[in-house]
């Protein structure tokens, strides 16, 4: 799952980005602070500052301009490692927080033991500009619940109850019922609704068109019941290259859908969810589970896993089985998308539970 760190190189630079300007502590071979620098956050700058040192190691941590800084220290020949933020928690507790400090401190870990900073891989350029499409979709989709919601709310306090209906249903519902002018604003509530609703389906054709065109692999994840167009556009891009996983297993721990763990001695207690990894194919997995555990889910064995678990009653245990099946689901795709197999969606259902 992490990039091959390879062997130490002459010069370790720590690189604490800034929205504007970042700054740049560059170690030698002995440790020693051997130059500090600013430098603008802007791709020109790192090019000329960078044009004139040897291929080293640069440490900087995940944040809105790693991805492209990242893929920029390659094109430059260093060997670029993004540090996992949960393992430099020594940076954000310190009682010295400030931007040269951070930027030693990444260099020091870096030349240390690279794998202490559990180093991660950002996806491909391409990869994440078709990933925007998700990202808009999803806030536009955040959006149209907030504004439909107000609605609803601010009628209610006026004693008048709107008609149920979906969300994507509810500008179209309102001007068919004659409802726009229940209370002053409303109308330009729906009218806001419905363009909003306008530009979610525009995304979603897109969506449609990019998945067919240049991932077609999320066929393959289409075959599992409650896996859309988004659920497997976004898994696809999330994970962009299936072989990074030695064991399919892996990938619901890479996704944040497994227990933490805090074991000393005797004492192992369950705990929630890390919710490491990507939040938004996270949640829409989840949502995929709700739909395979719901009324509507067909029978199949994830089906039938999770409703054996939610059977056992105790605190929580819809909650733990929506979760245990989100993982499984992710565990399914990565082996559908490696093996490109047939979906059978009773396979081993047959088996003894124990089994």
Known sequence: MTKRITAMT???????????????????????????????????????????????????????????VSRLLEALGHEGIVANPRRVRSITQSDEKCDRVDAEQLARLGRADPRLLRPIRHRGEQAQRDRALLAVR????????????????????????????????????????????????????????????ERIGALERAIESVSAERYPETELLRQVSGVGRITALAYVLTIEDPHRFRRSRTVGAYLGLRPRRRQSGDTDPLLRITKA???????????????????????TSLRRFGLRLAARGGRGAK????????????????????????????????????A
């Open 319 to 354: 909650k733990k089985a929506v979760i245990a099946v989100a993982r499984k689901l992710a565990v399914l795709l990565h082996r559908l998308w490696l093996t490109g197999e047939l979906y059978e969606p009773l396979r081993g259902a047959e088996l003894p539970a124990a």
């Open 138 to 197: 999803d806030e536009l989709v955040r959006l149209r619940t907030a504004l439909v919601n107000q609605a609803r709310g601010i009628a209610k306090g006026l004693g008048q109850r709107l008609p149920r209906c979906a969300a994507a249903s509810f500008a179209r519902r309102m001007r068919r019922e004659g409802l726009e002018g229940v209370f002053p604003g409303m109308e330009t509530l729906v009218a806001t609704i419905g363009w909003v609703s």
């Open 10 to 68: 002459p010069l370790t630079i720590g690189i604490d980005l800034g929205d504007r300007r970042s700054e740049v502590c560059v170690l030698d071979a002995a440790g020693d602070v051997h130059r500090r620098f600013s430098v603008a956050t802007t791709r020109a700058a790192f090019e000329k500052a960078l044009a004139g040192i040897e291929r080293s190691r640069i440490v900087i941590e995940v944040g809105t301009h790693s991805p492209w």
């Open 277 to 299: 990894g990507d939040v938004l194919l996270r949640r829409l997995l989840v949502q995929s589970a709700h739909y395979l555990l719901g009324p509507f889910g067909p029978d």
